[in-house]
């Protein structure tokens, strides 16, 4: 499956190998800058053009983290790479954009582009006349071009008890997060492979689904303390076994085990199981087995949220705490479990989201290569501390320790690019989670969001649309396809989608929902039918912790300004997590001129919406 290139390379313009005329490589330069693939992608742009011509000029000196931080990307003279990886960060997401320039629009092109891992310094490379993308004679095998694709199927239980759900669960888990953190690697999300559970489906079809090459498929036996595990990786395009194996092992060797399955499958995948990432396993790997099963049960409970799993995922996370006080995956999924309490609007903000940070902030000093808790200190930073160079420099670490971490990639898309401006950055993020976990609800759902946001409505709603087929019965896509189609005038079919997501279960007791309706009978004339809906919101409103940031845009809508921008600065004092996304969205839109409003965007940190 490895890809042996036979084009002759030229390194830089002091290698004379083979001589390409410095004209040559800034057309192909240019012909990159120009295409649909960094459209909007003004800092890969600058990051190209910067290190091409260093390049081309034999300034190749100039190529270092900290001189790109500082020239590239205007870091301050006390730049630290140490603490910012931003020119790690981009410069891994410009080595995927070559690899999608190449494989599409660039195919034939004559001249190759490459920055080599390891290196800032560009490779350009003459391709011989009829060869493609990855460097290859036509009729060539070529089983994985770019960066292989691989789906961890759910792990089946088959003890004889059918009682261990949650172990299955969690080994599936640990080796997701093992292959995730291997650069040459995309890893199929969570959401999506469990999709497949306990369904029987041809690999084909599961391939087709998921967008990949590679699946492994495991199962799991247990008998007291002893278990056993069989493995098969397979080639979905032949359907052939690449690799298989069975695993008879005591519990306490779980851990070795799953590191044994992740090296495997990279070698199988002809790519490097860096000594880094076993590290790193071996760190999150320090419990007793008791301790470890408790953590997968907590998890557990963290993946299915809702406000009651959220709750006993904190309890068993606290429990761990209180026997283990220094157990930093624990401390991380306690962390998380605040931080989605708040987002849910069951927990005070001003508690939540403080404890949150404090809690991840104590996992990453215990172990600094934790993506999932910088990518909830990152939302921390952006949805209550407002500090959006913090915001950045958190998502970037965490997306640099697991390229293939969705929901770090639609967070830090929602929740800091997008307000801050950055909207073809946001949609490349979210692009690139949807074919991460293209069947998972929540990073569809934020797609069609934020197409929403930018006011590309025709775009959401065929978003929405296909998210709708993934999931029905999800209440919350109905509604935002039901705004968006008030947004462009389409009252009747506005009204009528409002209609099917309150019918939804659940859905009269989703604030979010009752203000769409709101805004959605206002657009339509509606007035009488838009005040009996926000009497329904005011009312849900007064129960529980809530947030009052949704009874701002319905008020809004209703042309109640003092009362919109009174409720907006109540959100603002109680660092209500969802007020982030004002500065962008549009139900908002009719307080945009207030000269209030305009301070508030301002003392949030925000751009004003051009």
Not at 491 to 512: N, Y
Not at 565 to 585: A, Q, T
Request: charged share 25%; net charge positive; with cysteine.
């Amino acid at each position: 499956m490895q890809v042996q290139s036979q084009t002759p390379e030229l390194r830089s313009t002091a290698n004379q190998d083979l001589k390409i005329a410095p004209d040559v490589i800034r057309e192909q330069l240019a012909r990159i800058l120009g295409s649909p693939v960094l459209t909007g992608s003004s800092r890969l742009k600058r990051l190209l053009s910067f290190v091409v011509e260093q390049t081309l000029e034999g300034r190749t000196g100039e190529l270092k983290e900290y001189s790109l931080a500082v020239q590239v990307f205007q870091r301050p003279a006390s730049f630290d790479p140490r603490l910012d990886p931003i020119v790690r960060v981009q410069a891994s997401n410009l080595r995927a954009k070559l690899k999608e320039f190449y494989s599409t629009i660039g195919l034939g092109d004559p001249v190759l582009i490459e920055l080599p891992r390891g290196t800032y310094e560009p490779r350009f490379t003459a391709r011989l006349p009829g060869q493609n993308g990855a460097g290859l004679q036509p009729g060539a095998s070529e089983v994985m071009p770019g960066l292989a694709m691989v789906a961890i199927l759910p792990c089946v239980d088959l003890s004889p008890a059918k009682d261990q759900e949650h172990f299955c669960d969690g080994i599936t888990e640990e080796i997701i997060d093992a292959m995730a953190a291997i650069d040459e690697v995309r890893v199929v999300g969570r959401t999506s492979v469990f999709h497949f559970k306990d369904t029987i489906k041809d690999v084909r079809e599961i391939g087709a689904q998921l967008g990949v090459q590679t699946v492994l498929e495991t199962s799991l036996r247990r008998d007291e303390s002893r278990i056993r595990v069989t493995t098969h990786l397979i080639q979905v395009a032949t359907s052939f076994t690449l690799w298989s194996k069975t695993f008879s092992f005591q519990l306490t060797e779980v851990f070795a085990v799953q590191e044994d399955i992740a090296r495997s499958i990279a070698k199988a995948l002809r790519v490097n199981f860096a000594e880094s990432v076993r590290a790193r396993l071996a760190r999150r790997h320090l419990m007793d087995v008791e301790t470890y099963n408790l953590y997968l049960l907590g998890k557990f409970h963290l993946n299915k949220r809702g406000e009651e799993n959220l709750r006993k995922s904190i309890s068993i996370f606290e429990e761990i705490l209180s026997r283990h006080a220094s157990n930093a995956p624990a401390l991380s999924g306690l962390a998380e479990g605040h931080l989605l309490l708040a987002m849910a609007g069951a927990a005070a903000p001003s508690v939540a989201m403080g404890e949150a940070a404090r809690l991840a902030r104590k996992a990453l000093s215990l172990d600094n290569e934790l993506p999932e808790a910088y990518a909830t200190l990152g939302s921390v930073r952006a949805m209550y501390e407002w500090d959006w160079t913090g915001a950045e420099r958190e998502f970037g670490r965490a997306l640099e320790l697991s390229p293939s971490y969705t929901s770090a990639r639609t967070s830090y898309a929602l929740w800091c690019l997008l307000p801050t401006g950055r909207s073809q950055e946001a949609i490349d993020q979210l692009r690139e989670a949807v074919k991460l976990d293209p069947l998972s609800l929540a990073a569809n759902l934020m797609f069609a969001f934020a197409l929403y946001g930018l006011r590309r409505y025709d775009e959401a709603i065929q978003q929405c649309d296909k998210t709708i087929d993934l999931e029905p019965g999800f209440s919350r896509t109905h509604m935002l396809q039901a705004v968006a189609l008030g947004l462009k005038g389409f009252h009747r079919e506005a009204i009528r989608k409002a209609g099917t997501a309150l019918r939804l279960p659940g859905s009269r007791f989703f604030l979010a929902n009752l203000a769409a309706a709101v805004c959605v009978y206002a657009l339509a004339g509606k007035r009488r039918r838009a005040l009996l809906s926000l009497e329904a919101l005011n009312a849900n409103s007064k129960k529980g912790v809530t947030s009052s940031y949704w009874q701002a845009l319905a008020h809004a809508r209703l042309g109640q300004t003092d009362n919109a921008l009174r409720l907006l600065n109540e959100s603002f004092r109680m660092k209500d997590p969802w007020l982030v996304s004002i500065g962008y969205e549009p139900l908002a839109d009719p307080l945009r001129k207030e000269r209030r409003f305009q301070s508030l965007i301002r003392r949030l940190g925000l751009p004003e919406l051009q």
